[in-house]
């Protein structure tokens, strides 16, 4: 048997969503929830950025859509708190999603099924010097190499914890 190459192992198979967040207000603290209703084009309802009211909603965007859904993988939330000596919370990272099982930075470009959404991951979420401010940390370190992704939502639909995370064309 032949052994996968090392973006194989990262881009295929199926992750998990275990953690779902949102939050109506910019700079407020991110709720948990255990489902949402994803809209195309748009976010997910009840969010800062569907709303239109997002810290970033009027800046440029990388792409149509791109600031609809933010996304970020546990091992990416794991090597945050230790490069910063601290435990980080899914939710203090301020994405949408939390993500275990795939890599989404190798990702980018690509689409996903999450539950019942399809969803084109649009680009990198670089970690700001708000994010910084709001944890009083220095996030840049902490986050370095992967602060999540960008999506555009493709599919509306349902969202719910636990729901697979498939890679189309896989």
Same mark, same amino acid.
């Given at each position: 048997?032949?052994?996968?190459?090392? &973006?194989?192992?990262?881009?295929?198979?199926?992750?998990?969503?275990?953690?779902?967040?949102?939050?109506?207000?910019?700079?407020?603290?991110?709720?948990?929830?255990?489902?949402?209703?994803?809209?195309? /084009?748009? /976010?997910?309802? #009840?969010? %800062? =950025?569907? $709303?239109?009211?997002?810290?970033?909603?009027?800046?440029? $965007?990388? #792409?149509? #859509?791109?600031?609809?859904?933010?996304?970020? &993988?546990? $091992?990416?939330?794991? *090597?945050?708190?230790?490069?910063?000596? *601290?435990?980080?919370?899914?939710?203090?990272?301020?994405?949408?999603?939390?993500?275990?099982?795939? &890599?989404?930075?190798?990702? %980018?470009? %690509?689409?996903?099924?999450?539950?019942?959404?399809?969803? %084109?991951?649009?680009? +990198?979420?670089?970690?700001?010097? =708000?994010?910084? +401010?709001? @944890?009083?940390?220095?996030? !840049?370190?902490? @986050?370095? +190499?992967?602060?999540?992704?960008?999506?555009?939502?493709?599919?509306?639909? $349902?969202?719910?914890?636990?729901? !697979?995370?498939?890679?189309?064309?896989?």
């Amino acid at each position: 048997m032949a052994m996968a190459t090392s &973006d194989e192992v990262m881009t295929t198979g199926a992750g998990r969503v275990v953690g779902l967040y949102v939050t109506a207000v910019a700079g407020a603290p991110m709720d948990a929830i255990d489902c949402a209703e994803a809209v195309a /084009g748009q /976010g997910l309802i #009840g969010d %800062r =950025y569907q $709303a239109g009211c997002g810290t970033f909603s009027g800046r440029y $965007a990388i #792409g149509e #859509g791109a600031r609809a859904l933010s996304l970020i &993988d546990t $091992a990416d939330i794991a *090597r945050c708190g230790e490069r910063l000596g *601290r435990s980080i919370a899914p939710a203090d990272l301020r994405r949408n999603l939390a993500i275990a099982g795939l &890599d989404l930075l190798v990702l %980018r470009g %690509r689409r996903l099924v999450i539950g019942d959404v399809v969803v %084109r991951l649009i680009g +990198r979420c670089a970690p700001c010097g =708000y994010l910084s +401010r709001l @944890l009083q940390a220095d996030m !840049r370190a902490g @986050l370095y +190499r992967g602060g999540g992704v960008r999506a555009a939502i493709e599919t509306g639909g $349902a969202l719910r914890l636990g729901d !697979r995370v498939t890679v189309i064309g896989q």
